[in-house]
T-cell receptor
Framework: SQQGEEDPQALSIQEGENATMNCSYK?????LQWYRQNSGRGLVHLIL?????REKHSGRLRVTLDTSKKSSSLLITASRAADTASYFC???????????FGGGTRVLVKP | DGGITQSPKYLFRKEGQNVTLSCEQN?????MYWYRQDPGQGLRLIYY???????QKGDIAEGYSVSREKKESFPLTVTSAQKNPTAFYLC????????????FGQGTRLTVV
């Protein structure tokens, strides 16, 4: 079973709009990470948020983490056509050994 | 260039045959991972290794085997016991330590014919 579940499964927006996707997980974590995957390729790391952090920014990305609700969100502001990809959250367990991924959100940004 | 390399990119296997997927990294990372991805789905963890000569089963280890004889290499064997092996396989590595990102290879697409 997968640790993280993402919502929505797919998202279609116009260029310039913001894209928000959510991730829920089941067990306690050490940190949560977001990755991006272009079709048929490997994943690329975007941002990591530690369990004692609540919000983090990186360029046009904003990530929040609510450990009481076991959930995280990724916001991409001012989206571009090049942001079209699948986005995955991943959690690292408390022991720091296991990296487990969610089902992903497919984002389509229309020019 | 430093990185993580998977080979081959495409692999075809006849039913009943074992096949081995290669994963090599020159990042000096201690941890390595194997994931399976089915079309339109997320990544499911097959096996992972935190150190040479040691590895643990992930969520879907049945029908797969691995070895970690060298720090740089973490080959995955898909055995004939894996009933539905057609999938996209991704290898990743990361530094030892909790708050580190994983680096991924470009994947191997395995098709059973």
């Amino acid at each position: 079973s997968q640790q993280g579940e993402e919502d929505p499964q797919a998202l279609s927006i116009q260029e310039g709009e913001n894209a928000t996707m959510n991730c829920s997980y089941k067990t306690s974590i050490n940190n949560l990470q977001w990755y991006r995957q272009n079709s048929g390729r490997g994943l690329v790391h975007l941002i990591l948020i530690r369990s004692n952090e609540r919000e983090k920014h990186s360029g046009r990305l904003r990530v929040t983490l609510d450990t009481s609700k076991k959930s995280s969100s990724l916001l991409i502001t001012a989206s571009r056509a090049a942001d079209t990809a699948s986005y995955f959250c991943a959690t690292v367990d408390i022991a720091g050994n296991k990296l487990t991924f969610g089902g992903g959100t497919r984002v389509l940004v229309k020019p | 260039d430093g990185g993580i390399t998977q080979s081959p990119k495409y692999l075809f296997r006849k039913e009943g045959q074992n096949v081995t997927l290669s994963c090599e990294q020159n990042l000096n990372h201690d941890a390595m991972y194997w994931y399976r991805q089915d079309p339109g789905q997320g990544l499911r963890l097959i096996y992972y290794s935190q150190i040479v000569n040691d590895f643990q089963k992930g969520d879907i280890a049945e029908g797969y085997s691995v070895s970690r004889e060298k720090k740089e290499s973490f080959p995955l064997t898909v055995t004939s016991a894996q009933k539905n092996p057609t999938a996209f396989y991704l290898c990743a590595s990361s530094n030892q330590g909790v708050n580190t990102e994983a680096f991924f290879g470009q994947g191997t697409r395995l098709t059973v014919v």
